[in-house]
């Protein structure tokens, strides 16, 4: 386990902060071993995509491996719910493109396309929930709750579900990342599989009465249609795949949505210009997803003895992959360290990962931010961080986000 024989608080300290950890990295010569981390991190972003590249030997079935493994007591819980398919994030070779065909199709641009009214209607009514208040707590106002209720839409689940599942993911993440007592490892397990069940549900209801969405695609790939029900196998096969494609859509983007208000308002002045310039709200969704990236990083493991940035790898070998370092690096970025939406010429950034595994949702997370960014620059130029509220990022290296983003503005 990463933190076995290390404080949580040190790995706490590094997750709410990792950019001096990555600079000193980049500027090492070889790999460094992080024991923290439990892994060899690969900080540089030539190493970053070579690792992408080489598929064959550096492995994704550890990319989310957890840094904690729940008690006897949780696991008895997720034993009654579903799941424990193989899922297209950990999948290699043929597996991980038979998994990943459903939600290309399900995420082309065209679904994407169809998803924005919806998003924009809820958007603008979310703030209209709160632009009147002159403050606002906008994770929880705002950004839990767009990325949800899109990917919900997505999926096509019943709006009424969203909560629940949203929930579950949080609670999903919690139990295999966090440390947490018994009596909540059980509670959260029981929210895990609450969710678990809204899905099976969804899960089954597609296969008898498909639709033109995200859950459709996956139950078509796990069951030929007409055949009555779908089995229990089937049925585990198409949650574990929900479940994931669920998590890997929400907690990322209602994430970047926090870093990229923060650091705009953070930067008075990039805040101010964009309010000007809303055609520079698409540089800026960029600009942000490379600065404070809400994935800094996935796992690999290595498959054979290997050599990378000049250190020898044996077979079986961890690495963190940080896309978020990667995204810091000055050979790439020039100024890395400068949150600048104005970037002219900005080279491609990895928040999204790139090659084989690259995120097949990017374009509708994208959307969701031009969208945010709109509604907010416009309903809202005076929007300035809450005084006294220092905000503090989450513990965490696969949705870097503040806890809290306390905000105000005159209310009108
Ligand atoms: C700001 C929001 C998001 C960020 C920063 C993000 C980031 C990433 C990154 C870095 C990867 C590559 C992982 C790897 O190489 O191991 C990835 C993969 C993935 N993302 Fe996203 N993502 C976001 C939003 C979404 C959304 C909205 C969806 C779904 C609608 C989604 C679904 C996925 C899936 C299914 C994969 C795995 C693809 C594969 O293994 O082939 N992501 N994402």
């Not at 992080?34 to 598929?55: I, M, N, Q």
């Amino acid at each position: 386990m990463a933190h076995e024989h290390e404080p949580q608080g040190r790995l706490d300290e590094l997750m709410r902060e990792p950019y001096p950890r990555y600079a000193r990295a980049q500027a090492a010569e070889g790999l460094v071993h992080v024991p923290e981390l439990d892994a060899w991190l690969v900080a540089r972003d030539a190493d970053v995509r070579e690792v992408l590249l080489r598929t064959e030997e550096f492995s994704s079935v550890n990319a989310l491996r957890p840094d904690v493994m729940p008690s006897p007591a949780a696991l008895a819980v997720l034993g009654g719910g579903f799941g424990g398919g193989p899922v297209v994030v950990v999948s290699d070779g043929e597996r991980h493109q038979r998994l990943r065909a459903p939600l290309l199709r399900a995420l082309s641009p065209a679904r994407v396309a169809a998803a924005v009214p919806y998003a924009r209607e809820r958007a603008a009514a979310l703030v209209d929930a709160f632009a009147k208040d002159g403050r606002a707590e906008l994770m929880a106002a705002y950004a839990v709750r767009l990325p949800g209720e899109v990917i919900g839409r997505v999926v096509g689940l019943d709006p009424a579900d969203v909560p629940l599942v949203v929930h579950g993911g949080y609670r999903a993440e919690e139990l295999l990342f966090r440390p947490l007592p018994e009596d909540e490892q059980i509670a959260a397990a029981e929210d895990v599989v609450a969710m678990q069940h809204v899905l099976d549900r969804c899960a089954r209801d597609r296969y008898t009465h498909p639709r033109a969405d995200l859950a459709t695609e996956i139950v078509a790939s796990v069951a030929e249609p007409g055949h009555g029900q779908l089995s229990l196998a089937q049925r585990h096969e198409a949650v574990a795949h929900l479940q994931n494609l669920l998590i890997a859509g929400h907690l990322t983007t209602t994430a970047l949505i926090g870093t990229t208000v923060l650091h705009l308002l953070s930067h008075r002045d990039q805040w101010e210009l964009l309010c000007a310039r809303p055609d520079l709200i698409p540089a800026a969704v960029e600009e942000a997803a490379r600065y404070d990236t809400a994935l800094q990083g996935f796992r690999r493991v290595t498959t054979c003895p290997v050599s990378l940035a000049g250190t020898e790898l044996p077979a079986e070998a961890e690495l963190f992959v940080a896309f978020g370092a990667a995204n810091r690096d000055a050979s790439r970025h020039p100024r890395p360290d400068a949150f600048d939406i104005t970037r002219e010429a900005p080279a491609r950034h990895l928040a999204f990962g790139f090659g084989a595994h690259a995120c097949v949702g990017a374009q509708l997370a994208r959307e969701q931010l031009r969208i945010t960014l709109e509604e907010l620059t416009r309903r809202l130029p005076d929007l300035r961080l809450a005084e006294g509220r220092p905000v503090t990022m989450r513990p965490t290296m696969i949705h870097r986000s503040p806890e809290e983003l306390h905000l105000t503005w005159a209310a009108s």
